[in-house]
């Protein structure tokens, strides 16, 4: 059993800077790809960046001058640092990871529940 806790939403204003935060924990042998996605009311849920447990980064072509995934595998946490944000990035913002929940199972999918980010104009 394995819980994605995300942190760090909430408001801010157009240009202000915003860190979220995902800990995994639960019943955790290994974690491999960590990703951080958004989604606004009536869109699909979109890629904003994903980072391999070698630490290698991938983030979507809008996104990838102003924000930036980090992890911390001793902490099993994800973060994604948000730089001058524009009132579009107003969204939920998931966090998602691939985690092995015994040692030489599979990878399985795990979504956060999310975490409201409004930026104000």
């Known amino acids: 059993q394995v819980q994605l806790v995300e942190s760090g939403g909430g408001l801010v204003q157009a240009g202000g800077s915003l860190r979220l935060s995902c800990a995994a924990s639960?019943?955790?042998?290994?974690?491999?790809?960590l990703a951080w996605y958004r989604q606004t009311p009536g869109n699909q849920r979109e890629l904003v960046a994903r980072?391999?447990?070698?630490?290698?980064?991938t983030y979507a072509d809008s996104l990838k001058d102003r924000f930036s995934i980090s992890r911390d595998n001793a902490k099993n946490t994800v973060y994604l640092q948000m730089n001058s944000l524009k009132p579009e990035d107003t969204a939920v913002y998931y966090c998602?990871?691939?985690?092995?929940?015994?040692?030489?199972?599979?990878?399985?999918?795990?979504w956060g529940q999310g975490t409201q980010v409004t930026v104000s104009s």
């Open positions: 639960g019943s955790i042998s290994s974690i491999s790809d």
């Open positions: 998602w990871g691939a985690i092995a929940t015994r040692p030489n199972a599979m990878l399985n999918a795990y």
């Open positions: 980072i391999t447990h070698n630490g290698w980064t």
